[in-house]
């Protein structure tokens, strides 16, 4: 085995115990538990045997099996910044309607507003 193997090895360790970690504390929720786990599950399985990868890059048309996995993690990537990006929108939404809502209700009772 490579270091780069070893290292892999232990950044996948790391990141499932933070995984498991905020899954216990309910600051996940279970599809998102299952996402994170399977996608280090396969990063893991990826590091140890590469070479059981290169059937599906030369399938593909991709040279390297390296470049196959930077392309698969910056698709993934792009898709989870989109996901961000619309529930950011949505979050924005909602705040606004809060907004709008409680300066309608101090509008209407001034009195209350003020106590």
């Known amino acids: 085995m490579e270091l780069i193997q070893y ?9 499932t115990s933070r995984v498991i970690l905020q899954f216990k504390n309910n600051k996940m929720t279970l599809p998102q538990f299952v996402f994170w786990q399977t996608l280090w599950i396969i990063v893991f399985i990826f590091g140890i045997f590469p070479s059981q990868f ?5 399938l ?6 390296v ?3 930077l392309y698969v993690s910056i698709g993934l990537l792009f898709y989870m910044i989109y996901r961000l990006y ?3 929108n ?13 300066a309608v209700g101090h509008a209407k009772n001034p009195k209350k507003s003020k106590q």
């Not at 290169?54 to 030369?58: G, P, R, V």
């Not at 593909?60 to 099996?65: K, T």
């Open 7 to 15: 290292l892999i090895i232990l950044f996948v360790l790391f990141t």
């Open 54 to 58: 290169a059937f599906l890059s030369t």
């Open 60 to 65: 593909l048309g991709i040279d390297r099996i």
């Open 67 to 69: 470049d196959l996995f």
């Open 86 to 88: 619309a529930k950011m």
């Open 90 to 102: 949505a979050l924005q939404q909602e705040m606004t309607k809060l907004t709008r809502a409680i």
